[in-house]
């Protein structure tokens, strides 16, 4: 791989401010979904080597909590303005570990940047309150004060942000950071380390363990009395066990687990800013996002013309190597994940569905899948129910609003939801009847770091980015001052 920065190329854990191997002595291989290529092989930690790190975290928890707000937030901007210099880098080493296109990968750096920059803003704002007393005597005050030392278990889709989007907002309210990156992904995560020991946190505060014992590693995370607080993105199914875990020692938890999103399409939408936002909500990383549209709900009168159009800008992808200038859209992560997509597109067919584009894997890689759109989906598919996590659209035929609506809302998950009219009335009538945590209106696109990201259900608890973001990262103290005379 060809970088400015070479050293931003790192294959041991970052703990306690040190490059250090596993305990162990093992390591991992790192591969490029895109062609199997071995790219390096990575430290691969385990319980002792996540333990030194909470230990770590945890010396270094008062100090770093005790520093100013101005401090804190002035470090952040380091490590903001470091982030943005070396973008090309941290994209070249994105796409080579996760693969996503080389122009999704420097859009995720400038996107994970913008936390770590609303952050540093943020970390300046944790304020208090004063309250009404209920007697002359006393006066009601409350403070906001960092949780502690924050365990954060992050995931491959992207390898980047996720990080991001859960260290600002807790180095900027004071709390030390162990991380856990995917093992798929661990590079980005070292590469951050990188430029965040170049940014001037001291030893201690921001710590990464890479490994491909997640459970064992994530026991740790969960049954360390010294650890405060989980935040996990990954897997509703993942998310349970995690918090199962937490409970024996009654950690504060932010999850950001599945979504089934659903994309309402009314007759009476534009149907061209219809088509491009659906485009833009269900391609995204391949399909591989927790808010990519997973059903797209089509009105009767618009049906046809809608699936007409969207499945010719889909057929305008180019699937390949995210290095390659050509492609627009890379490879899935792992052959399993493309052995999944295969079933439930093959589950779909079988029940009635028709491809009118795509439809199963594509020829040039094993983790590739064409880009799919399905029409005559209906809820007896599993793609109903089933996060998707690939390129594949269904489409699925309603008859009016209350059916949307009814629809859109049967799932466990309430992560995501999307929905086109030029109506006013069906605006507020639908935002407020869809249980999901965001919902796009006449929008594909809704991530930004000054909005809070999270679900409903089963899709998580908690919000990141946004002034709501840091609220998961701090503990309320109620102080009661009494004994006065006035
Ligand atoms: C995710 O898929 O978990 C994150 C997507 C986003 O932040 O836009």
């Not at 570990?97 to 540093?120: C, M, N, P, R, T």
């Not at 897997?235 to 999850?255: N, Y």
């Not at 549209?293 to 159009?309: K, M, P």
Request: with cysteine; charged share 20%; net charge negative.
């Amino acid at each position: 791989m060809q970088l400015q920065r070479p050293d931003l190329l790192r294959d041991n854990n970052y703990i306690n401010g040190q490059w250090q191997a596993a305990a162990s002595g093992r390591r991992f291989p790192v591969e490029n979904p895109a062609n199997g290529e071995k790219l390096t092989e990575v430290a691969d930690g385990g319980t002792a080597d996540m333990d030194a790190a909470i230990t770590a975290a945890d010396a270094a928890q008062a100090a770093w909590q005790s520093e100013t707000p101005k401090t804190r937030a002035q470090i952040l901007q380091r490590w903001y303005q470091l982030i943005i210099e070396h973008r090309r880098d941290l994209a070249a080493i994105l796409t080579a570990e996760q693969g996503k296109v080389l122009a999704e990968a420097d859009a995720e750096i400038g996107y994970g940047a913008s936390y770590v920059e609303w952050f540093s803003e943020e970390a300046k704002r944790i304020d208090g309150d004063i309250l009404a007393a209920p007697s002359r005597d006393k006066r009601l005050l409350v403070i906001k004060q960092a949780i502690g030392v924050v365990a954060a278990i992050t995931p491959w889709n992207f390898p980047n942000a996720m990080i991001t989007r859960k260290a600002a907002p807790a180095l900027a309210a004071g709390c030390c950071i162990v991380i856990k990156p995917a093992h798929e992904t661990p590079l980005s995560a070292l590469a951050l380390a990188a430029l965040a020991d170049e940014a001037g946190f001291p030893a201690g505060v921001f710590n990464v363990v890479c490994g491909t014992q997640a459970s064992d590693i994530g026991s740790v995370m969960t049954s360390s009395p010294l650890v405060r607080k989980l935040s996990f993105t990954g897997s509703t199914r993942v998310g349970k066990i995690l918090m199962e875990q937490c409970a024996a020692t009654v950690k504060k938890t932010s999850m950001e687990l599945g979504g089934n999103a659903p994309f309402i399409v009314f007759d009476d939408a534009d149907i061209d800013a219809a088509v491009a936002g659906a485009l833009a909500s269900k391609y995204r990383n391949a399909g591989q996002t927790c808010i990519c549209s997973n059903r797209i709900l089509v009105q009767d009168g618009i049906y046809d013309a809608f699936a007409a159009r969207f499945a010719a800008e889909v057929q305008q992808f180019r699937l390949g190597d995210g290095r390659d200038s050509d492609a627009t859209m890379g490879p899935l992560i792992t052959r399993q994940a493309c052995d999944k997509v295969t079933a439930l597109v093959d589950d779909a067919l079988s029940k009635g569905a028709s491809a009118i584009t795509g439809g199963r894997r594509a020829s040039i890689g094993e983790h590739f899948f064409e880009p799919t759109v399905l029409r005559d989906a209906t809820p007896a598919m599993r793609v109903f129910q089933e996060e998707i996590f690939g390129p594949v659209a269904p489409l699925f035929r309603f008859e009016d609003e209350q059916q949307a609506i009814a629809l859109a809302n049967d799932t466990n998950y309430g992560l995501a939801a999307y929905f086109y009219t030029q109506n006013l009335n069906r605006v507020w009538r639908v935002a407020e009847a869809l249980e999901y945590g965001i919902i796009g209106i006449n929008e594909g696109v809704t991530s930004s770091e000054m909005a809070p990201f999270g679900g409903m259900k089963e899709s998580g608890i908690g919000r990141e980015g946004s002034k709501y973001g840091i609220d998961d990262y701090v503990e309320l103290k109620y102080l009661c001052l009494g004994g006065l005379d006035n």
